[in-house]
Nanobody, 115 residues
Framework: QVQLVESGGGLVQPGGSLRLSCVASGSTFNTYVMVWYRQAPGKQRELVASIFTFGDTHYTDSVRGRFTISRDNAKNTVYLQMNNLKPEDTAVYYC?????????WGQGTQVTVSS
């Protein structure tokens, strides 16, 4: 069982920055694909960014160039650095760990971008 604990959400002005963190339990963190999802009010959950074991990354078009996903396997932690935030980035952000036959979720952290 992998447990994920997220932190770093909050209220920020448009153009501002936040860094989300997700700390995972267990000794097999380096075998998981780590993913950030988000869900805004009235919208479906969407994949924001993912990072593979050796650092390859994927971003959804709307955040590419503004967000950076990274991982520190020694700390069992994945990060999402969010720069130049826009009101449409407002959502609950969820950390997710994936491996064949396994899929774990964090509790979510609220990000609100508003003046």
């Amino acid at each position: 069982q992998v447990q994920l604990v997220e932190s770093g959400g909050g209220l920020v002005q448009p153009g501002g920055s936040l860094r989300l963190s997700c700390v995972a339990s267990g000794s097999t963190f380096n075998t998981y694909v780590m993913v950030w999802y988000r869900q805004a009010p009235g919208k479906q959950r969407e994949l924001v960014a993912s990072i593979f074991t050796f650092g390859d990354t994927h971003y959804t078009d709307s955040v590419r160039g503004r967000f950076t996903i990274s991982r520190d396997n020694a700390k069992n932690t994945v990060y999402l650095q969010m720069n130049n935030l826009k009101p449409e980035d407002t959502a609950v952000y969820y950390c997710n760990a994936k491996r064949t036959g396994r899929d774990y979720w964090g509790q979510g952290t609220q990000v609100t971008v508003s003046s």
